[in-house]
């Protein structure tokens, strides 16, 4: 088990909704409603591709993160990293897995480490994603604390992020990630 990081939980308090709610930019949208691999793409776009995992603990799901597929109160596996490509932040991603579903094949996901979800997910031949949802994250947020502890430029006002439940062999998770400062998200071109 890693150490934790001090904010962990960070935690992703959010008005998460369509994207058709939002005018988002050409690049921006792509990133955010892309339905691929987020790893993948952040692979393509770097030498060197590393998760940090913040920390990652069981608790119960709060009224905030629940939905159709996760029961607030249920027993969740949180889970919480940053993305780097060639040592620059790119992603903060939550993760609830509950442990309803970590049984079977899906046990593998209590035990990553330092490997992405994102490309353990994308792997398995059934998986399924349900619709992404937007979110935007301003400077008194969660995300805007942990962007300070990480010294990270702050002239991106409002940071993005993007939400979906994914099935595997019928069980949910879900998954939250938001594009940090200085991310390839936030650049013009696509």
């Known amino acids: 088990m890693t150490t934790?990081?001090?904010?962990?939980?960070?935690?992703?308090?959010?008005?998460?909704?369509?994207?058709?709610?939002f005018a988002l930019h050409a690049n921006l949208s792509s990133w955010l409603l892309?339905?691929?691999?987020?790893?993948?793409?952040?692979?393509?776009?770097c030498q060197n591709f590393r998760v940090e995992v913040l920390g990652q603990k069981i608790e119960n799901c709060s009224a905030a993160e629940?939905?159709?597929d996760i029961v607030c109160g249920e027993p969740v596996l949180v889970r919480e990293v940053l993305l780097y490509c060639d040592e620059i932040a790119q992603v903060f991603a939550r993760s609830l897995l509950p442990l309803s579903s970590l049984t079977g094949e899906?046990?593998?996901?209590?035990h990553l480490g330092?490997?992405?979800?994102?490309?353990?997910?994308?792997?398995?031949?059934?998986?399924?994603?349900?619709?992404?949802?937007?979110?935007?994250?301003n400077s008194s947020s969660s995300i805007a604390k942990l962007v300070g502890t990480l010294?990270?430029?702050?002239?991106?006002?409002t940071l993005w992020g993007r939400r979906s439940i994914f099935i595997l062999d019928n069980k949910p998770l879900m998954v939250a990630e938001v594009f940090l400062p200085?991310?390839?998200?936030?650049?013009?071109t696509i």
């Open 106 to 110: 899906q046990q593998q996901l209590a």
């Open 114 to 137: 330092t490997q992405s979800l994102g490309q353990v997910l994308f792997n398995h031949p059934d998986l399924q994603r349900k619709k992404i949802e937007v979110a935007e994250f």
């Open 151 to 157: 010294a990270l430029n702050t002239s991106q006002e």
């Open 182 to 188: 200085g991310a390839m998200a936030y650049k013009n």
């Open 4 to 21: 934790e990081h001090s904010l962990f939980p960070v935690q992703m308090v959010a008005r998460w909704q369509s994207s058709q709610c």
């Open 66 to 68: 629940a939905n159709n």
């Open 34 to 45: 892309d339905p691929s691999s987020l790893t993948a793409r952040l692979k393509s776009h």
